[in-house]
C-alpha cells in the first residue's frame, strides 16, 4: 500500500508540472506563435495610450523579452521563493507562494484567489455532501425495486436533474424561494467561523440546487451498478450463507457498485473547487469562479493563470485521493 501510494504521489507531482507548463505555454507561447509581439503582450497590462518607456519597463519587469523556458523557470521560482517586480523608484514584491501579480489591480494573485477560496470551497463541499448521500441512496432503493413507483418516479426526477442546466435551475429556485416566497432571503457568504449558522443559511439554497443536478447523475450510476452487482454469483452465495440483506446490499453490493461513483466524484469536486462559474454567478456569490469571470472580463492574464492553476491542482489533488479510495475500496487495485 505504501509503495502505491509513492508511485500515485511521485505522478500527481509530475503531471502538475507539466499542467503548469502546458497552461504557461498557452498563456505566453501561443500569442507569439499568432503573431502576437512582446510589445503587444507588454501592453495588455498598461492602461490607454502608453509610451514607448512604458512598454519597455513592463517587458523587461515581466521578463516578456526573454524566452519562454526562461519565463517559466522563473515562474516556478517564484511560487518557492517569491519575486521582487521594480517600477523604476518604486518596488512591489509577491510574497511565497507567488502566483503571479496584476499589474492592473497592482495586487498580489494568490491572495485574491485566498479571499474567495472559502466561498467556492463551502459551497463545493456543502454540495458534495448533499449530492453524494441524495444521489447514492437513491440509486440503491431505485435498484433493489426495479420498476416499482419508487423507482420510475426517482428516475424520472433525475433524468430532469441530468437534462437541466444550471443557469435556469438556480434562476427557478431564487425566484420561487427567495422571491416569491422568501424562505431563503440572502444569498451572502458569512465566514463559517463567524457565525456557523448564518454560514449554513446562506447557502442552503445553493447547495440544493447544485446537489439536485449532480444527485440525479449519482442516482442513475448507482443504480445501473447496483443492478449489475446484485445479480453477480457472489451475491447469491452471500445469500445462502444466510447473511442479513442489509450486509449483502451494503458490503457486497454497494462496495463493488462504487468504482465509477469515485471517478465521477473525483472530477466533480475537483472542477467545483476550481471555481463554480455559473453557480456563483446566478446566486451572486464571491468565490473562484466569479474572481475567474472578472479576470476574464478584464484580460487580466495573471489572474486567470492563477486561477486555471488553482483548478489544475485540485483536479489533480482529487483524482490522487481517488486512487487511494480504489485501494481502500478494491484491494486489487493494491496489486496492480
Not at 452471500?238 to 465521477?264: C, D, F, Q, S
Request: charged letters at 15%; proline letters at 4%; one cysteine or more.
Amino acid at each position: 500500500m505504501f509503495s502505491y501510494l509513492i508511485r500515485r504521489l511521485i505522478s500527481a507531482v509530475i503531471l502538475l508540472l507539466i499542467v503548469s507548463a502546458v497552461t504557461f505555454g498557452i498563456f505566453f507561447l501561443l500569442p507569439k506563435m499568432a503573431g502576437q509581439t512582446t510589445d503587444q503582450l507588454a501592453q495588455q497590462y498598461i492602461g490607454k495610450a502608453p509610451t514607448a518607456a512604458d512598454i519597455v519597463a513592463v517587458k523587461r519587469n515581466l521578463g516578456l523579452d526573454k524566452p519562454v523556458y526562461e519565463q517559466y523557470w522563473d515562474f516556478l521560482k517564484g511560487i518557492f521563493v517569491g519575486v521582487d517586480y521594480k517600477f523604476g523608484p518604486d518596488a512591489a514584491t509577491c510574497h511565497v507562494p507567488c502566483f503571479g501579480y496584476s499589474f492592473k489591480t497592482h495586487i498580489e494573485v494568490w491572495p485574491e484567489i485566498q479571499d474567495r477560496l472559502p466561498v467556492t470551497v463551502s459551497l463545493a463541499a456543502g454540495a458534495a455532501v448533499l449530492w453524494v448521500v441524495s444521489g447514492v441512496a437513491t440509486g440503491v432503493l431505485s435498484a433493489l425495486r426495479p420498476g416499482s413507483l419508487f423507482d420510475r418516479m426517482a428516475m424520472g426526477v433525475a433524468l430532469a436533474g441530468v437534462s437541466l442546466p444550471m443557469f435556469f435551475t438556480g434562476a427557478l429556485a431564487l425566484a420561487l424561494f427567495t422571491y416569491q416566497w422568501p424562505i431563503f432571503e440572502a444569498h451572502e457568504y458569512v465566514n463559517l467561523t463567524d457565525d456557523p449558522a448564518g454560514w449554513a443559511s446562506n447557502l442552503v439554497l445553493p447547495w440544493v440546487t447544485l446537489a439536485f443536478l449532480y444527485s440525479a447523475l449519482y442516482a442513475r450510476l448507482t443504480r445501473a451498478g447496483m443492478l449489475e452487482t446484485l445479480g453477480e454469483d457472489y451475491i447469491r452465495t452471500a445469500r445462502a450463507k444466510g447473511l442479513r440483506e442489509r450486509k449483502v446490499v451494503l458490503r457486497h453490493g454497494l462496495r463493488a457498485a462504487l468504482t465509477p461513483i469515485i471517478t465521477v466524484f473525483g472530477m466533480d469536486l475537483g472542477l467545483l473547487l476550481g471555481g463554480a462559474l455559473i453557480t456563483e454567478q446566478v446566486f451572486s456569490l464571491k468565490g473562484v469562479g466569479a474572481f475567474a469571470v472578472e479576470a476574464i472580463n478584464a484580460n487580466d492574464l495573471p489572474n486567470i493563470l492563477g486561477v486555471t492553476l488553482l483548478a489544475a491542482f485540485f483536479i489533480v489533488l482529487c483524482n490522487l485521493v481517488v486512487d487511494i479510495l480504489y485501494a481502500a475500496v478494491d484491494p486489487r487495485v493494491r496489486l496492480s
